[in-house]
């Protein structure tokens, strides 16, 4: 009668019948921020979930819960045998609300991919990741960002892991902005045998200080299975740094290592050279970002001239606010191995060596390092103060030149234009030449 009267059918009822006729091509829910979720929609979806196989993504992260829709979905989880995505709840979701999810979470057998970042977790909810980190059969990814865990929480989760007698399914554990100590590594070193698959460890924004970092390093001796290790603003210094600088070059498995915004000083450079150079197997990504003291007495050179050694194998590196200056660029450029060059955020207002004359003598070299860069794809100096005319004669060079960064997929420039028309002009030009070449300006 409704809908006879013209009232819109909702959105929930609509994805309802859906998922209640289990829709094959209904595979993916995202409810949108502007989107209503009452209480009583959530418990229908719980319900049309059931028995349903085909959706694999829900995402209602933002919503809030309350405690019948909570056991709805906890009930729902129990039986669900599609769902491998799951995000939901807002930040009053709080240490109760996963209380009430945990009958669900610990005995879905399908569900692989948890998403609990910024849902107001505290150190009490100790209880719960303990029994979540030695009861669940299943996740593999878990994200647990923006919860103040606190080093009690923390501890309370890898005594779960230390617990479990069957292997742990866990490959991504997501840690960020946690309120994470050292004390809280030292927990985790202290079981990371029973964690020895996880190949993805996030522990970001944590004030992990130096002793922090030498705790870190120890998760990557042995026969560590780490991949991908984000030590992004965890106050490390020096000690730290060196510490898993020195424990990452004999890690095969660890292919991506971010050490950004650290205060890593000049004095490290000697140990992060090494690193380079001798690292088994090389890095797809090594981030050093916004560590402005590794400029200090030619750090950035040295560097350079590691990463551009034959021998090394570094994919993406990113140097942004690290105190590159034009000169280092060629250098960095001469590397074969180079498919991401990030080098935002510096000062580049000297403007780049693109003329022979800025080379000194040898006038062959000019524009010719560009030529260098063969596998280069990504090659970024955004914010850098380039000066206008800089941005010109690069965009000039690489139109006329085709050799040079042949493979480049996307070139990072900014700045305000003095002439408009004339940067217009020489996009346009450079897009005709090079028409799969995305030029972002910022």
């Known amino acids: 009668a409704d809908m006879a009267w013209g009232k819109k059918e909702s959105a929930a009822v609509a994805w309802c019948k859906r998922l209640s006729s289990n829709d094959i091509t209904f595979t993916d829910l995202a409810v949108l921020p502007f989107r209503p979720l009452t209480e009583s929609d959530v418990v229908a979806l719980a319900a049309a979930l059931s028995d349903n196989t085909h959706l694999a993504t829900l995402n209602a992260s933002g919503k809030p819960l309350t405690e019948v829709a909570l056991a709805a979905i906890a009930t729902m989880l129990r039986v669900n045998t599609g769902l491998r995505s799951l995000a939901i709840g807002d930040k009053e979701l709080g240490d109760t609300g996963l209380a009430a999810l945990l009958p669900g979470l610990t005995t879905n057998r399908t569900l692989t991919r948890l998403d609990l970042s910024f849902k107001g977790l505290t150190e009490a909810a100790a209880a719960s990741l303990e029994t979540l980190s030695s009861a669940s059969t299943a996740i593999e990814t878990l994200v647990l960002a923006r919860n103040q865990l606190g080093d009690v929480g923390t501890k309370a989760f890898f005594a779960g892991v230390s617990a479990r007698v069957d292997p742990n399914p866990l490959r991504v554990l997501v840690l960020t902005q946690c309120r994470l100590s050292s004390a809280a590594v030292s927990f985790a070193a202290d079981s990371w045998h029973r964690l020895s698959c996880v190949t993805e460890l996030v522990l970001s924004s944590n004030a992990l200080g130096s002793a922090g970092g030498v705790e870190v390093a120890k998760l990557l001796t042995g026969e560590s299975h780490l991949e991908s290790l984000e030590l992004n603003q965890c106050e490390l210094g020096a000690e730290g740094v060196n510490a898993i ?21 000049a004095s490290s450079v000697e140990v992060l050279c090494k690193l380079i150079s001798t690292k088994k197997g090389g890095f797809a990504t090594l981030s050093l970002r916004n560590n402005p003291g590794l400029a200090e007495n030619d750090g950035i050179g040295k560097l350079a001239v590691e990463v551009a050694r034959p021998e090394t194998a570094v994919g993406s590196l990113n140097l942004s606010q690290c105190g590159v200056t034009p000169l280092d660029l060629p250098a960095l450029l001469t590397s074969s191995s180079l498919e991401e060059l990030h ?100």
């Open 343 to 442: 080098v935002n955020c510096n000062d580049l207002s000297a403007g780049l060596p693109l003329r022979a004359c800025q080379m000194g003598a040898d006038a062959s070299i000019g524009p010719g390092w560009l030529q260098r860069a063969t596998g280069l794809k990504v090659l970024d100096v955004s914010g850098s103060g380039l000066p206008d005319s800089d941005c010109l004669l690069l965009l000039d060079t690489l139109t006329s030149e085709l050799a040079a960064l042949p493979a480049l997929e996307m070139l990072g420039l900014g700045g305000e234009p003095e002439d408009r028309s004339r940067w217009q002009d020489a996009i346009d030009k450079f897009r005709t030449a090079r028409p799969t070449t995305m030029v972002a300006w910022t």
């Open 245 to 265: 600088a020195s424990a990452a070059a004999e890690c095969v498995a660890l292919r991506q290592l971010h050490l950004g915004d650290n205060s890593v000083p």
